[in-house]
């Protein structure tokens, strides 16, 4: 099994690519590097509409996963800001973070 698949299926998402993996042995925290797919990328973090790219952001951010073998499990990611044109400069959405709808 290619080593991609393997993190996929541990992962259990359809939206990302992995691109690398390791392993923390003192605190038992799995960490999978992840980018979203072409056509997930550069949306809107509100609406998800397609929007230019503003910055880099805050550089990268972590997302807590479902354990795994006992293990702690991330995934982490860049987190650019896009230019909304409607809701101004807000983080680019992922598909693995979870939807909370505007207030």
Wanted: net charge positive; proline share 6%; aromatic share 8%.
């Amino acid at each position: 099994m290619r080593f991609t698949r393997l993190l996929k299926s541990l992962v259990g998402c359809e939206q990302e690519v992995p691109e690398d993996a390791w392993f923390d042995e003192g605190t038992r925290v799995m960490v999978v590097a992840v980018r979203p797919r072409s056509r997930a990328r550069r949306r809107c973090g509100i609406r998800r509409s397609r929007c230019p790219r503003f910055d880099a952001g805050a550089g990268r951010r972590r997302w807590r996963h479902l354990d795994a073998a006992g293990l702690q499990l991330f995934l982490e990611a860049d987190a650019p800001r896009v230019s909304c044109e409607r809701h101004g400069v807000v983080v680019a959405a992922v598909p693995w973070a979870r939807l909370f709808s505007p207030g």
